[in-house]
């Protein structure tokens, strides 16, 4: 008997989806990088290089074996906490983070692959424990054991950003869970009580960015420069935008860091309102669809695990925006697929290959004739 094709039952939304968000990042990654008519040819093919590593990624994890990734998840885990301690022993230090473990000419950032081994791990533990209407503190505290360790691993490089963005995947993780209505005010409290705790826990710098969100003009020339460079790019596109390679922000760099956390200013700029209205469409098209395959999953592993992928894109997307926008400190955290970055680009794919491989073999819907396994939209 012949083996069925595994090709017709792509997500095919899913990709094409992310292979668009591919190609705009990489457009605004050859624009944020250029110098006024000098072009930036050297980033823009790193960023080649990594969206089609990105891609293979994808394609590589898509075609795993049914069950390999929940099996793996646990051994996944483990090895990315390592590599978060290889960076803290060995990593490089930038601008005073001690984030990235070289390997050539390249980087990788270990705590953007953290993203994907918590998921997949609380993801497994979860449906583990999953009982018949929610589940209770008891099981939950595990789980919390499983995010506070690369947690403190990422928060200690220093990276506060990467770090905030687990406890968001754990808090939408376990709303997914169904967890019971106690537990729910308890990560409340437990989350109101921590904020005046985290201001101790910051260094001179971040409280610096926390208090030049609140008042940017408190220091234009530094800590506030970021922001106020950025408001005046995303407002000097207008409706239909300046056009592609004509924003004066970046190229004649005003705007620090415009082809990473602040890519989406130049974005705004070159294209304006209508662009960016676009770009938004793409990106709650990318996350409607991985909460799409949560609804509809019919088995518990892969439903938390989309849930856990589609709050760790909108987080980013969200904090991403505000922060570009304003409305949210400066924590660097870069906007999916736009902004440069290798690490970030492969995570990003290599989050919907496991999404594209969970719905091709784990989502079972009613057809005319029985179950049919696969997708439909």
Same mark, same amino acid.
């Given at each position: ?76 885990? +483990? $090895? &990315?906490? @390592?590599? %978060?301690?290889?960076? =803290? ?5 930038? #601008? !005073? ?18 993203? +994907? $081994? &918590?998921? @997949?791990? %609380?993801?497994?533990? =979860? ?5 018949? #209407? !929610? ?19 990422? $928060?200690?490089?220093?990276? %506060? ?10 808090? !939408? ?19 109101? $009580?921590?904020?005046?705790? %985290? ?179």
């Amino acid at each position: 008997m012949n083996r069925p094709s595994k090709w017709p039952r792509m997500d095919w939304p899913l990709l094409i989806n992310a292979l668009a968000l591919c190609a705009v990042g990489l457009l605004n990654v050859y624009s944020g990088t250029r110098v006024h008519g000098v072009p930036g040819t050297v980033l823009v093919t790193k960023q080649l290089v990594w969206t089609l590593l990105g891609i293979a990624a994808f394609f590589a994890v898509y075609l795993t074996s049914d069950g390999f990734i929940e099996e793996t998840a646990y051994g996944f885990y +483990i $090895a &990315v906490l @390592l590599l %978060l301690v290889v960076v =803290l022993l060995a990593g490089q230090v930038r #601008g !005073g983070a001690q984030r990235w473990i070289a390997i050539g000419a390249f980087n990788f950032q270990p705590s953007e692959f953290a993203k +994907i $081994a &918590v998921t @997949l791990a %609380l993801a497994r533990y =979860l449906s583990g424990m999953y009982r018949y #209407g !929610g589940i209770g503190l008891r099981e939950v505290l595990p789980a919390i054991g499983l995010v506070l360790a690369p947690f403190l691993l990422v $928060a200690l490089q220093p990276d %506060l950003g990467s770090a905030g963005v687990f406890l968001f995947i754990l808090a !939408g993780m376990v709303v997914v869970a169904c967890v019971r209505w106690k537990v729910l005010a308890f990560f409340a409290a437990g989350g109101a $009580a921590a904020i005046p705790a %985290l201001w101790f826990l910051m260094k001179d710098y971040q409280r610096q960015r926390v208090l030049t969100f609140l008042n940017p003009e408190l220091d234009p020339l530094g800590a506030g420069y970021h922001v106020i460079q950025s408001k005046i790019a995303v407002g000097s596109g207008g409706i239909i935008g300046k056009g592609y390679l004509q924003g004066t922000q970046g190229s004649l760099r005003f705007l620090p860091e415009q082809h990473t956390d602040f890519a989406f200013a130049v974005f705004s700029e070159e294209w304006g309102f209508l662009g960016s209205l676009l770009l938004l469409v793409l990106f709650l098209l990318l996350v409607y669809r991985l909460f799409f395959l949560t609804v509809r999953s019919q088995d518990r592993f892969a439903s938390f695990a989309c849930g856990g992928f589609a709050v760790f894109f909108l987080t980013h997307i969200v904090i991403n925006l505000a922060m570009v926008c304003g409305l949210f400190p400066v924590v660097g955290i870069p906007l999916p697929f736009v902004s440069y970055g290798g690490s970030s680009m492969l995570t990003n794919m290599m989050a919907l290959g496991v999404a594209a491989n969970l719905s091709r073999s784990r989502f079972t819907f009613q057809g005319g004739g029985g179950k049919v396994r696969g997708i439909s939209s």
